[in-house]
């Protein structure tokens, strides 16, 4: 199970297993992470969970947030990467405890391409089985709206779109090909007619998206 390991001046304090969806982190009470210190924010950051990775998210804080030296608004996780939160770290770790940690700054950093409302994590980084599917051509299509007739390619390892706090899903490019997840919000997104809830849902060429009132056709032509 992920974990995140909140530490002050190189000493770790808490291990905290990621068990939601949404891990609130900032200043207030109401936080599941409070960091009760100068330069956090009171709401100052989430890191997002679903069954393709996690992703940190710097909820507009006054001071921001850096990971592995950078400063980001987004970012997909991978093991290891270290978020700097004013006078504290917090360490990502896949299946680490307390006791084997190390705090490593790295160089690595992901990009990521705004689009409106749709955004795209650019930093793949599964395995060939992931490459292969990447090497076909596979789109979403806004089909009403402000955005009708835009395409993105999905050709990176998470596509989300929605606002967050509002509402989010992610498409995602797993060993089995591609999926989508919802991540936030009250309404779940919708595929051929059938709510997918909480689970993962498979995509096929042609498969009709319904999210919080737009429409959306996934095209995939192997």
């Not at 109401?30 to 009760?36: E, G, K, P, R, S």
């Given at each position: ?28 009470s ?7 210190a ?14 393709v ?6 909820l ?50 992901s990009g990521?391409?705004?689009l ?103 095209l995939?032509?192997?």
């Open positions: 199970m992920p974990t995140i390991i909140l530490a002050k001046d190189g000493i770790a304090l808490q291990e905290f297993p990621l068990l939601k969806e949404r891990t609130s982190i900032g200043r207030r109401y936080n599941d992470i409070v960091i009760d100068a330069g956090i924010s009171a709401e100052h950051a989430v890191i997002i969970s679903h069954p990775g996690c992703y940190f998210e710097d507009g804080s006054t001071n921001g947030s850096q990971i592995n030296g950078r400063v980001v608004t987004k970012h997909l996780l991978e093991d290891s990467d270290v978020i700097a939160l004013a006078t504290h770290t917090i360490q990502y770790c896949a299946t680490a405890s307390m006791d084997d940690s190390i705090m490593v700054l790295a160089d690595n950093i990521m391409e705004d409106g409302d749709i955004q795209q994590i650019t930093e793949p980084s599964y395995r060939d089985s992931i490459e292969a599917i990447m090497s076909t051509t596979a789109v979403i299509k806004i089909l009403n709206g402000a955005s009708a007739g835009k395409e993105v390619v999905l050709n990176k390892v998470l596509t989300t779109i929605g606002r967050p706090g509002r509402h989010v899903a992610v498409f995602a490019i797993g060993p089995q090909g591609y999926s989508l997840t919802h991540v936030e919000g009250e309404d779940y997104p919708v595929v051929n007619g059938a709510s997918i809830g909480m689970l993962t849902q498979s995509l096929n060429n042609g498969d009709q998206i319904h999210l919080s009132g737009t429409d959306i056709v996934f995939h032509e192997v």
